[in-house]
């Protein structure tokens, strides 16, 4: 007997140990995120992936599914929320979607379109934060990064090379780099590397692709993310 | 004046045993004994420790006792508590500034002095207080600070400053079983022995001790399930990081009745199968560090620590177990049991993702029981005198004693024991502040009280605390308090998760729109929202709470939101004729035209 869990009123069957995300996802279904991939390690910073556990709310991503657990997500209310945290996000940093490269292919965008988000709705922040294009053929672009820490999980855990880390902390928290210098190119990074591709901003990208597709062709100019939660993971969904 | 050139870094890196583990303990060493932590210095640990550099900047950059750049020879940091500030710290603060011809934030131009604020430091009832390079000086007045000054200006040794000035009382007020019964040290840990691990979990239980840190989780449960969790070493962890704004109980208990605590965590190693405890001392706490290594010393020599104690040996041989403290280093967050223990392993104190909870995965990710200075004194108690015994204090709910933390606007502040279930009327008469008309139970974090409801009861089943009671006159503007306590955790969140890292920077940007007569209904209802936003999806305790003192003074003081609200509706964050200041700057003009309509 598999076991099950209930979410959304739709039976999920789980393996022992998997997180609720992992189920939702094997079972099809999407619930918002950002700082989940399911190549790395659960890491539940972003907490879009909110949801109700019977009752409770918790992290989808870093909670265990568990037999007859009633899960719920798609409501208005998490909704509501899910997009005040998006809303949060865009306004810590500093996010022009029309000048940025990852336009189209950008999760922290198709969430905010797959929510409905229309404005920032709080103050912006306006950090000052620093771009570093130091590298030959990768670009740190902070003012964009969201501190998921998929970089920092890749590159420790796939590249083994610990190229970033986040420092800081509070609203200050920043995302760093392993050398002396502070700087890129001075790090072990290379453009094969898995952490240059897993950035779910624009906050790390690798230089002269910025425009290979054109915007208005790119992954979430047509489909919603709920369709294709991961860029370049699977094949969209048809029909 | 300490020099780069004498921080001994690989003898610092031996001292700690070439440990990463040891990370936060090797940098405030190398903090303390440099006066700074310069970024090659980051290069060399990562070279010593075998360890990448970004892993040390990581942890380096959290902690707010750490800097790369210098503070000069003598670092003043002014405790901004609002207690602090209502015994008159900023005026004190800008007198000592203009004194000593300098800035805050900014180190003098002769690198002598830097002055700055921090988070409360644990002497509320000594306030306004400051840390000098570390070390705590209480009831600051002009006098003492012109004496400060002069000792600055003749740049003599903080070892040869006059000890006056470091002293600190207990001022224990009221007595009870824990601060007021002598204590043998050792008779605890003799009826453990003699009465064996299971018979004293059972007292335990018995007890019906629950967790002084504020959560109030039933204490010989955590106990029971960490003696029962499987793994290489189970660790015993005492949490003194006691950074709630207005708690200071545990620095009477760690001063004055350490043997106490100590034993408390040797019974708890017994009954948990322990080889090693750690006690984290908030870095504040600076100045007990050398009277615990002592406490500790003398254990040791009495057989009440280390191998073999009390010679005791049954068919498992003997019972060997120590403690090692460690230092905080500015961090609140490392309050939080699992972010606490990320910091004894030497990272940044972001909590973890529980469950697993530190009774199952602790330090090292071994079995761990985390449990409050005060709730240590406890077990030892109930481990000499029977469980029982402490049962029959305070409330069915609510077992023991709890010590309360008084300051601000009453005569007499201290550490007052009651037996759970006083209530807040009966605390106010003993303390002398019969004029109040607010109370800050349990910290910022904790619950705002207004004078209507002051025969509620500290206990478990109704204001729980873990230890703080700041009392507010009819005087005071309860919107400053609130605005105080938002900077708070604005500062103190670690960042980790969205809702806090972003929520309480949004909270003190709003408080403060209010404060300059630029919030309207609006802003008021935003901030409702963002409360809503934390209690539900924030990471840790610290988000869940950290709109708390903003939402109750809101519903309680309303009063001392209205009188500063602009207008009713809409008023813009962005100060539109603020940012044409440069404008005006660079043009020369300030005519009327170079000037918004104000309507
Ligand atoms: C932000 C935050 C700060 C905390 N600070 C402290 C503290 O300074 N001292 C403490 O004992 N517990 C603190 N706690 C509670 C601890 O997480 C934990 O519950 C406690 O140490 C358990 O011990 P107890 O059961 O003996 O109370 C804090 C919790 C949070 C969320
Ligand atoms: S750079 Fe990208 S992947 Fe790395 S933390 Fe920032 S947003 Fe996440
Ligand atoms: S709630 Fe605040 S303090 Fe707790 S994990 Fe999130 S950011 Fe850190
Ligand atoms: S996806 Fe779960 S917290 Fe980010």
């Not at chain 1, 870093?62 to 949060?88: F, I, P, W």
């Not at chain 2, 254990?299 to 068919?315: C, P, V, W």
């Not at chain 2, 985390?370 to 709730?375: A, G, K, R």
Request: proline residues 5%.
């Amino acid at each position: 007997m598999t076991k099950t869990f209930v979410l959304d009123g739709k039976v999920i069957p789980f393996e022992e140990g998997e997180t609720i995300m992992e189920a939702a996802s094997a079972a099809g279904v999407y619930i918002p995120h950002l700082c989940h991939h399911p190549e790395f390690k659960p890491h539940g910073s972003c907490k879009l992936c909110t949801v109700s556990i019977g009752g409770r709310l918790g992290a989808a991503c870093t909670n265990k599914a568990a037999e007859g657990m009633k899960v719920e997500s798609e409501t208005a209310a998490l909704n509501a929320d899910r997009l005040a945290l998006t809303q949060m996000l865009f306004v810590e940093g500093n996010h022009v979607c029309p000048s940025c490269e990852k336009s189209g292919n950008c999760q922290l965008q198709a969430v905010a379109y797959h929510l409905g988000m229309l404005t920032p709705h709080f103050p912006h922040f306006y950090p000052a934060r620093d771009v570093d294009a130091s590298h030959p053929d990768v670009m740190l672009e902070r003012n964009r990064c969201i501190l998921c820490e998929l970089c920092v999980r890749a590159s420790r855990d796939i590249d083994g090379k610990n190229v970033f880390g986040i420092g800081g902390r509070g609203i200050k928290a920043r995302l760093i780099v392993n050398s002396a210098s502070g700087r890129l190119a001075d790090t072990d990074m290379s453009v094969t590397d898995r952490a240059a591709e897993v950035c779910p901003t624009g906050a790390i990208i690798r230089k002269r692709h910025g425009f290979t597709i054109p915007i208005g062709k790119r992954l979430y100019d047509h489909h919603d993310i709920a369709e294709v939660p991961v860029a370049g993971m699977k094949e969209p969904k048809r029909g | 004046m300490p020099e780069p050139d004498v921080c001994d870094l690989p003898g610092i890196v031996a001292r700690w045993h070439h440990d990463p583990t040891n990370l936060v303990q090797i940098l405030r060493e190398v903090q303390e004994s440099c006066g700074t932590i310069p970024s090659d210095t980051l290069d060399r640990l990562a070279a010593l420790l075998n360890v990448p550099r970004v892993r040390i900047e990581s942890t380096a950059s959290f902690y707010a006792f750490f800097h790369a750049e210098s503070h000069g020879a003598y670092e003043i940091l002014f405790s901004d508590n609002i207690i602090d500030r209502m015994a008159g710290k900023e005026a004190l603060k800008q007198y000592f500034c203009e004194r000593l011809w300098l800035e805050p934030r900014k180190l003098s131009e002769d690198g002598l002095v830097y002055v700055d604020d921090t988070a409360d430091i644990g002497l509320a009832d000594q306030a306004p207080a400051m840390l000098v390079n570390g070390y705590a000086i209480p009831s600051l007045d002009k006098t003492r600070l012109d004496l400060v000054a002069e000792l600055i200006r003749a740049q003599k040794p903080l070892a040869e400053w006059p000890p006056m000035l470091f002293e600190i009382p207990d001022n224990i007020r009221k007595p009870g079983p824990l601060t007021g019964e002598a204590f043998v040290p050792g008779a605890a840990l003799k009826a453990t022995l003699a009465r064996g691990a299971d018979a004293t979990l059972a007292e335990m239980e018995t007890s019906n001790l629950r967790g002084r840190g504020g959560a109030g989780f039933k204490t010989a449960t955590k106990w029971a399930s960490c003696r029962k969790a499987e793994g290489e070493a189970h660790y015993v962890v005492c949490n003194a990081d006691e950074g709630e704004p207005g708690t200071f109980k545990d620095r009477l208990l760690l001063n004055s009745h350490a043997d106490l605590v100590f034993e408390g965590m040797t019974v708890c190693a017994r009954v948990i199968g322990a080889r090693q405890g750690l006690l984290y001392l908030r870095g504040e706490y600076r100045n007990l560090h050398e009277k615990l290594k002592s406490v500790l010393a003398r254990r040791r020599e009495a057989g009440l620590l280390g191998q073999n104690i009390l010679g005791h040996t049954d068919e498992n041989g003997g019972f060997d177990f120590d403690i090692e403290i460690h230092l905080g280093a500015g961090a609140y967050i490392c309050g939080e049991e699992s972010a606490l223990i990320e910091s004894l392993e030497g990272k940044p104190g972001k909590p973890r993702n529980r469950p697993p909870f530190p009774d199952r995965c602790g330090y090292r990710n071994q079995p761990t029981v985390v449990n409050n200075v005060e709730t240590f004194a406890c077990a030892a108690k109930i481990a000499e005198r029977g469980g029982a015994w402490f049962a029959a204090l305070g409330t069915p709910q609510s077992a023991g004693s709890k010590l309360i933390s008084i300051s601000g606007d009453c005569q007499r502040p201290g550490v007052y024991e009651y037996s759970f279930g006083v209530t807040v009327r009966q605390i106010l008469i003993d303390c002398g502040a019969e004029d109040a008309h607010a109370v800050q139970v349990s910290g910022p974090s904790g619950t705002c009280i207004s004078f209507r409801e002051f025969d509620r009861r500290i206990a478990f089943e109704d204001l729980a605390t873990a230890g703080a009671f700041m009392v507010f006159s009819r005087e005071r503007d309860m919107f400053e308090v609130a605005r105080n306590f938002t900077h708070f955790f604005a500062h103190e969140s670690c960042g980790f998760c969205t809702p806090c890292r972003v929520g309480t920077s949004l909270l003190r940007n709003t408080m403060d729109k209010l404060a300059e007569g630029k919030g309207s209904a609006y802003d008021m209802n935003e901030m409702k929202n963002i409360m809503h936003i934390l209690r539900g999806m924030a990471h840790c305790g610290l988000g869940h709470t950290a709109a708390n003192p903003v939402v109750q003074t809101m519903e309680k003081f309303p009063e001392a939101y209205e009188k500063r609200l602009k207008r009713l509706d809409f008023e813009p964050a962005f100060d539109l004729d603020g940012a044409l200041a440069t404008a005006r700057l660079i043009t020369g003009r300030d005519d009327e035209w170079a000037h918004l309509a104000d309507d």
